[in-house]
């Protein structure tokens, strides 16, 4: 049986990667990082914008900036055309 991430990637998942640049109320001069993957469908990033209420409504910590980068791991292979063929004994 194939493995769950792997039905994802064929549904149209990639692997997201993102950075949440935060402050938190104890420390507003400190800006700090949490970093995570996960598979999301580009460009409206589903599951991102679930954590994002998750972050908005239940952390104390103020969000400064969000960088995601995103790849589709399954896509279309390169296809090139071969005009003979060439025997070899």
């Known amino acids: 049986m194939a493995s769950h991430d ?6 149209g ?5 993102i950075e949440v640049h935060y402050y938190m109320p104890d420390h507003p001069s400190l ?4 970093a ?3 598979y999301d469908v580009a460009p409206r ?11 908005r409504r239940d952390i104390e910590a103020a969000l400064h900036s969000i ?6 791991l399954i896509g279309p292979q390169e296809y090139r055309a071969v005009n003979g063929i060439i025997t070899i004994n």
Do not use: K, M, N, S
């Open 36 to 38: 995570f993957q996960q």
């Open 13 to 17: 998942y990639g692997l997201t990667t």
């Open 45 to 55: 990033f589903p599951r991102l914008e679930r954590f994002l209420d998750h972050w």
């Open 6 to 11: 792997f039905i994802r990637q064929l549904e």
């Open 31 to 34: 800006l700090q990082l949490f």
């Open 67 to 72: 960088r995601i980068a995103h790849r589709h």
